[in-house]
């Protein structure tokens, strides 16, 4: 769900930089051959991805859900001389696609991809991080939380997908909703943790950042 008129959203496409050639070619295949294509990042929350990482210049970057690569590619764009993006993905259908973008993308050396539950593959990773961006299976978005939270780097940052779920954070769940239910408590718990620093945007379908203060 997008949260400003179609044509504001044009305007605002228009009026920023322009989508990379691979990146372009990865969304019309995953739009073409992927169940659920509204997952990928897209232009202008990419080149938000891009642009944070680019300011950050991080050695070391998290992703909790891959899904085609387009947000690792745009991630990766910001990454200094000999970092990493570890990215995480349970479905090994998508390698494939992932694989063939990353090849294309020059930058096959800096990813890491990493296949299976996210919760056990990240106990049992080591390092530390300058900028993890969530944005898989929404009712364990606080479990990857508490599991990240203590692995980052100073002045490391979150990046939470989906915080605003399509405006039904605004609602009365019932207890059967556990996504929305989980979301509501997962903002919550970012707010109000004295660690970080939080905001909210809306952009697309909600994209929080949380500085580590």
């Known amino acids: ?3 400003i008129s179609k044509k504001l959203i044009e305007y605002i496409s228009e009026n920023s930089s ?22 990928l990042s897209g232009h202008i929350q990419g080149r938000f991805l891009s642009m944070i990482s680019k300011i950050k210049s991080p050695s070391c970057i998290l992703e909790i859900g891959t899904y085609t690569g387009y947000g690792t590619l745009c991630l990766a764009e910001g990454l200094s001389n000999g970092g990493k993006i570890f990215t995480i993905d349970r479905n090994e259908e998508l390698l494939k696609i992932q694989n063939k973008y990353f090849e294309m ?8 991809q990493l296949t299976g539950n996210a919760k056990d593959i990240l106990e049992n990773l080591d390092e530390t991080y300058d900028i993890v961006f969530i944005d898989a299976d929404k009712e364990n978005y606080i479990e990857y939380f508490n599991l990240v939270s203590e692995r980052l780097n100073n002045n490391g940052i979150i990046i939470s997908d ?4 399509s405006g039904k954070v605004l609602n009365s769940p019932s207890k ?6 989980i979301l509501i408590e997962f903002n919550k718990t970012l707010n109000e943790d004295e660690r970080f620093e939080t905001i909210i945007l809306p952009l697309r379908d909600g994209l929080s950042i949380s500085r580590l203060i």
């Not at 372009?24 to 073409?32: C, F, G, P, S």
């Not at 059967?176 to 239910?181: A, I, Q, V």
Request: avoid cysteine; hydrophobic fraction near 35%.
């Open 1 to 3: 769900m997008d949260f």
């Open 18 to 39: 322009k989508e990379p050639e691979i990146l372009a070619k990865l969304n019309e295949e995953t739009y073409q051959k992927v169940l659920q294509p509204r997952m």
């Open 105 to 112: 993308s020059g930058k096959r050396d800096k990813i890491i």
């Open 162 to 165: 989906n915080v605003l779920w």
């Open 176 to 181: 059967n909703d556990e996504e929305t239910n």
